[in-house]
Nanobody, 116 residues
């Protein structure tokens, strides 16, 4: 059973920064070979990809956040991070960590709220 534990969400003002963390655990899984990513879901909207990072460090970042968000991973810690800068109210959402092993596993979500 794969578990993902997220942290780092919160309330921040327009233009502020936050860093989200996600740590994976589970028996017998070599996490660093699988892609991991961050998705978000705002009220009334579908869940959308924010950023994904692959085994070799290649990333895929949504155009809407490309200049402001950075995804990284620490394979020794089975963790990924999302550095979010210059946050805007439209970034307000629940952010979910994801890993495909190859089935999809999701974290419990962490709320990010950006006030105007």
């Amino acid at each position: 059973q794969v578990q993902l534990v997220e942290s780092g969400g919160g309330l921040v003002q327009l233009g502020g920064s936050l860093t989200l963390s996600c740590t994976a655990s589970g028996p017998g899984v070599i996490f660093n070979v699988f892609p991991m990513g961050w998705y978000r879901q705002a009220p009334g909207k579908e869940r959308e990809l924010v950023a994904k990072i692959y085994r070799g460090g290649t990333t895929n970042v949504a155009e809407s956040v490309k200049e402001r968000f950075t995804i990284s991973r620490d394979n020794d810690k089975n963790s990924i991070y999302l550095q979010m800068n210059n946050l805007k109210p439209e970034d307000t959402a629940v952010y979910y960590c994801n890993i495909k092993v190859p089935d999809d596993y999701w974290g419990q979500g962490t709320q990010v709220t950006v006030s105007p």
